[in-house]
T-cell receptor, first 115, second 117 residues
Framework: AQTVTQSQPEMSVQEAETVTLSCTYD???????LFWYKQPPSRQMILVIR??????QNATENRFSVNFQKAAKSFSLKISDSQLGDAAMYFC????????????FGQGTRLTINP | DVKVTQSSRYLVKRTGEKVFLECVQD?????MFWYRQDPGLGLRLIYFSYDVKMKEKGDIPEGYSVSREKKERFSLILESASTNQTSMYLC????????????????FGPGTRLLVL
């Protein structure tokens, strides 16, 4: 079974600075997807960024980028120019490319932005 | 925009009560999911469905059942609520992936915080 581990329960960063959230996963599969989801205090979970395992290029979405290291099974999220609105719980998630469509989530990292 | 709604934001029930949590999506998604979220454990999958009347057990199905009579609606049922089912419940939906890369993203509802006394 696949597992996802987020080893940082809490992180904080000064506004406008850069922060990196860590995620590692364990799988024997070669084809899969990885996601970062954000859950603001209002509780609506939204997708931040996704990465296909077959793509070597790291995904980017504006201020959000990932460092995908397939051999190391590592998938970290970098947030540049942090803003107050980035404060949230961040979840890393894994999904197999075939078969069941379920997501396997990490434990989450609570990110605080200091003004 | 995809919209996933859940019937209640907050719910308080007594031990032994039968509890229904409803989820509706408006984007014609084939897949629907129920997760529970607990601090330090992240989200764990309870059940999912990839078609009307079809259901599959997730990682923690014990004490729960589901119903999907219509494509847009997926209900989670707690047959006899217990205090250890106090949690945040999140519903999600997604397209069946054969429609194209990128469309497998799951979209979440706002969640229902359930307290069982």
């Amino acid at each position: 079974a696949q597992t996802v581990t987020q080893s940082q329960p809490e992180m904080s960063v000064q506004e406008a600075e850069t922060v990196t959230l860590s995620c590692t996963y364990d799988t024997s599969e070669s084809d899969y997807y990885l996601f970062w989801y954000k859950q603001p205090p209002s509780r609506q979970m939204i997708l931040v960024i996704r990465q296909e395992a077959y793509k070597q290029q790291n995904a980017t979405e504006n201020r959000f980028s990932v460092n995908f290291q397939k051999a190391a099974k590592s998938f970290s999220l970098k947030i540049s120019d942090s803003q107050l609105g980035d404060a949230a719980m961040y979840f890393c998630a894994y999904r197999s490319a075939g078969g069941a469509q379920k997501l396997v989530f990490g434990q989450g990292t609570r990110l605080t932005i200091n003004p | 925009d995809v919209k996933v709604t859940q019937s209640s934001r907050y719910l308080v029930k007594r031990t032994g009560e039968k509890v229904f949590l409803e989820c509706v999506q408006d984007m014609d998604h084939e897949n629907m999911f129920w997760y529970r979220q607990d601090p330090g454990l992240g989200l764990r999958l309870i059940y999912f469905s990839y078609d009307v009347k079809m259901k599959e057990k997730g990682d923690i199905p014990e004490g729960y059942s589901v119903s999907r009579e219509k494509k847009e609606r997926f209900s989670l049922i707690l047959e006899s609520a217990s205090t250890n089912q106090t949690s945040m419940y999140l519903c999600a939906s997604s397209l069946w992936p054969h429609r194209g890369v990128g469309e497998e993203t799951q979209y979440f509802g706002p969640g229902t915080r359930l307290l069982v006394l």
